[in-house]
């Protein structure tokens, strides 16, 4: 695609529009250069999104409208979108690849759980039951769960595609009504999204999206009256904004912010896995992932080998284009990026952090968002790139002699998202995985999400829970309803 092509670039109402906003280019992140053109919706066009997706959502008559559909009609529409990503697969994992920078391979794995997400919820649209409850007063007593209307879906742009799924597939199984907001430099697979629910039945108004900047598109969707819920994934700092505008007109909100994980290796570990684990549980997406384990705290006695196992890890990863599908890591999203996460690693060097490998700029990518993987050694607990999330491929590593002493350096942060545990001792994962404050955690493993199971952060990572059956609490209303019976 060369810079001539303009993405029509919102799709409301069944379709796509183009905007009379601010024109942009979005940049490759391979080689700085721009690609596509693509314009960002006002502040009135947003708000006529809102409203379409109001329309759509109906007026609560029976048969009206996609909140008054029937579970059926939902599960049908939502089965349909899943098999339609699964065709359309590789395109979207190329655009996704293409907007993000992120390897192929990582960007096929991201449609394929695209797909799974729609289908999940797919089935559970007939699932979100009410209760019967014993009441004193006798009579019958019950509850309904009901759809809350627009929800407004703010979306960061290292998983674009998968947090859109995440957000729009229980809200709309639920008989919800969305308009997406994508980050500014990634909008691409949210649209083509939409289009592909159009097409598998999702009628015109239900599935929206806007690409606009924070400032506008961000502030509009969080501050319309007409918008039930918020939920927004992004950073800490403008997820508090969000939570405060949201409360003037009472919003639901569910916020997925930032993190700062810890991986927990005590010195019984299986070996090999572990330093596997600590590589790829931060490195997954050039490190720009919420979960990403970016502290590593090792038992004193396997320390200096294991950080030395972590740096020969580092030293070997396959650097290279996002397109070709042995790259294990591609450029960051953005030269702004890259530079904000070089910075971190000059402060850990000033800090007296020990850079043990990598944190320069490789000479073969001379244009673009390039950055070698860093680690650092024998960190502390005060240092910037300890105590801060980088969102970026640096590790620090730092040791421990106890197990209170591993919890309560897991623990000294403001965040809570993610974790891992490593020992042979299951005893002790156990109690590691209950005192450490996060929201997700692993023993001997490094995978933090699934689908199937709640996912969300305590602290400054967040506010609620995505994923698995409770976010079906979150994007539905439960309504008391009670019959008398004396009469
Ligand atoms: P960001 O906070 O800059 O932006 C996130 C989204 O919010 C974007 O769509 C942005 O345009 C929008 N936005 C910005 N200002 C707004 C405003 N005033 N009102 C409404 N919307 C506004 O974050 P980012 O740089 O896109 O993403 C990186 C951050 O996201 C990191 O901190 C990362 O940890 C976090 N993140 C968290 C999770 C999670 O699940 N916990 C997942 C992915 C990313």
Redesign the pocket.
Known sequence: MSLTTTLECAFVGGRRINHSGDRSALVDPVDGKPWIEVTAASAAETAHAVETASAAFGNGAPGNGWGRSSSAERSRALFGLATLIEEHAEELAQLESRNVGKPIREARDEAALAARCYRYYAGAADKAAGATLPVAAGGLSLTLREPLGVCGL??????PMV?TAWKTAPALALGNTVVV?????TPLTALRLAELATQAGVPDGVFNVVP????E???T??RHPAVRKIS????????V??MR?AADGIKRVTL????KSANIVFADADFERAADAAVWSVLGNAG????ARSRLLVERPLYDRFVEAVAERFANLRLGLPHDASTEIGPLVSVA?RDAVAAYIDAGKSEGARLVCGGGMPQRFAQGAWLEPALFADTSPRMKIVRE?I?GPVLAAMPFDKEDEAVSLANDTTYG?SGSVWTADLGRGVRVARRVRTGVISVNSASSVHLEAP???VGS??LGR?LGMAALDSYSETKSVYIDDSV
């Open positions: 703010i979306i960061p742009w290292n998983f947090i907001k994508p980050a500014t430099l606009g900047s924070g400032a598109a961000g502030e969707l969080v927004f994934t992004g950073s800490t700092e403008v997820g904004g969000v505008a997925e912010l930032g993190g720009q992932d919420c979960c990026h999330e969102f998202l996912f969300g952060g990572s967040g995505e």
